[in-house]
């Protein structure tokens, strides 16, 4: 699973003019992660929504769909 993230430029340059380089990369692994979860759960979604069958029974150990 691929999801392709582009970050402009002027983004970026702000934070290391201001000399504060750690606040843009928090932002950016907080961001990194959102995106991870979000793609995660939209894979998940499309697969239940292409084998949709009511009758189906799912069953599973974990505590939540994610960790299933």
């Keep these: 699973m691929e999801s392709e993230l582009t970050i402009p430029e002027t983004e970026y340059l702000a934070y290391f ?15 990194v ?5 979000l ?7 499309n697969m239940l929504a ?3 069958n009511p009758q189906t029974v799912i069953n599973g ?7 299933c």
Aim: no cysteine; proline share 3%; net charge negative.
């Design 39 to 45: 793609t995660v759960y939209d894979k998940i979604g």
């Design 61 to 67: 150990t974990a505590t939540n769909s994610f960790e």
């Design 17 to 31: 003019r201001e000399g504060n380089p750690e606040k843009y990369f928090a932002q950016l692994r907080k961001q």
């Design 33 to 37: 992660e959102e995106t991870v979860i």
């Design 50 to 52: 292409t084998n949709f």
